[in-house]
């Protein structure tokens, strides 16, 4: 009986524990929107079709991008919140953004550079960029104020021995993370040298916390530390969402008519 007793309490205090791991901080109303993204300040970016709206972390100000000329918005980057980058594929086109959505007049046409299939690209300041072109099958890094090219990698193919097809991208300012699902995540320094792969496979995308990389796995949240190669699961509140993100400890989860913020305490 003693031994049961203790069992229902460790499976007590387990349950209740992954209650309170996260604490739901906010919900806001929204109409419509595809995407969630957050920056490192805390603010928050919805996406619905054409049209970018930013909310200040107190939701107290917005501002509104909206250019349906050029299409679709495929995805945002906003390592850079005075300087958010927002790709139309369609149009093969980047528009950079100040921190309250008007646009720069440092636009980026890759094709009229002599760039014809760029598919991801990242920001890591407000003067350069890293994309992936998938017809050279190489990263490229362009200084946005010279116009010009500054640093290329090696072929991609090669460095991952498989046919390369990336579906994310990101950079900070000493690296440049390249997922291809079927190998990894490459990592490159900040000349487009290859560092090492990380063999976490079939990811959609993933975030950088301190030592960490972070990422979805079957509904639940992984922290994998680089320095200890040791990984920790955290369950989600919900796995029913349009669209998630995770932000300085706190993870967004968008769902159909509101967006849910949630905070956490350590990992």
Not at 16 to 43: K, P, R
Not at 143 to 157: A, D, G, I, P
Not at 193 to 216: A, D, G, R
Not at 225 to 244: A, H, Q
């Amino acid at each position: 009986m003693r031994i049961s007793l203790f069992t229902f309490l460790l499976i007590f205090s387990l349950c209740l524990n992954a209650q309170e791991d996260w604490q739901l901080d906010t919900t806001i109303s929204i109409d419509q929107a595809q995407q969630v993204y957050a920056d490192h300040l805390g603010n928050v970016y919805l996406i619905n079709k054409w049209t970018v709206t930013k909310y200040s972390p107190d939701f107290e100000e917005k501002f509104i991008y909206n250019n349906p000329g050029l299409g679709e918005i495929t995805y945002l980057n906003i390592f850079n919140p005075f300087n958010v980058m927002v790709y139309y594929q369609d149009y093969n086109q980047f528009v950079f953004l100040d921190n309250k959505l008007n646009p720069n007049l440092n636009a980026f046409e890759p094709a009229v550079q002599g760039y014809f299939d760029v598919q991801w690209a990242a920001t890591f300041d407000e003067n350069d960029i890293w994309f992936y072109d998938q017809v050279s099958d190489k990263m490229y890094r362009w200084s946005l104020t010279q116009n010009k090219e500054l640093n290329t990698s090696l072929q991609v193919s090669p460095l991952a021995g498989s046919e390369t097809r990336p579906n994310f991208m990101w950079a900070t300012l000493k690296n440049v993370y390249l997922n291809i699902p079927d190998v990894g995540i490459l990592v490159f320094d900040n000349f487009g040298s290859y560092q090492k792969t990380f063999p976490i496979t079939h990811l959609n995308e993933f975030y950088l916390s301190e030592s960490s990389i972070v990422f979805l796995n079957k509904g639940q949240l992984e922290y994998f530390n680089d320095f200890t190669k040791n990984s920790k699961i955290r369950k989600l509140p919900t796995i029913e969402f349009v669209d998630f993100c995770f932000a300085e400890d706190r993870i967004y989860l968008l769902e159909k008519g509101q967006l849910k913020i949630f905070t956490t305490g350590k990992k």
